[in-house]
């Protein structure tokens, strides 16, 4: 398994922006897909946005298609989130999650084996 660690979270005004990061240790990052996810209090982790390691595509919720973009470094073993036009309902704990076991469940926090220990983002009205 791969080690995770979120950062660039934080507090922010309604249409703001923020970018978050997530490091990634060990060898081989350029061949992990790679996936965001979140939890707001109360509720399941839900999915936001992954890319793939082998065609480069990106995958996003539709909740947030349009205001966030998922991007990856790999010399760099980051990949980030950068997210606009926030709104209150973004407000959630935000994890990065690697290791996908299959395609097929890219959007789900099943299909993924290793996570981060996530980061706060409050959006506030």
């Known amino acids: 398994q791969v080690q995770l660690v979120e950062s660039g979270g934080g507090s922010v005004q309604a249409g703001g922006s923020l970018r978050l990061s997530c490091a990634a240790s060990?060898?081989?990052?350029?061949?992990?897909?790679m996936g965001w996810f979140r939890q707001a209090p109360g509720k399941e982790r839900e999915f936001v946005a992954a890319?793939?390691?082998?065609?480069?595509?990106?995958y996003y919720a539709d909740s947030v298609k349009g205001r966030f973009t998922i991007s990856r470094d790999n010399p760099k073993n980051t990949v980030y989130l950068q997210m606009t036009s926030l709104k209150p309902e973004d407000t959630a704990v935000y994890y990065c999650?690697?290791?996908?076991?299959?395609?097929?469940?890219?959007?789900?926090?099943?299909?993924?084996?290793?996570w981060g220990q996530g980061t706060q983002v409050t959006v506030s009205s």
């Open positions: 999650a690697a290791d996908l076991k299959f395609l097929s469940a890219i959007t789900k926090p099943s299909g993924y084996d290793s």
């Open positions: 060990g060898r081989t990052f350029s061949s992990r897909t």
């Open positions: 890319r793939t390691w082998s065609d480069g595509n990106a």
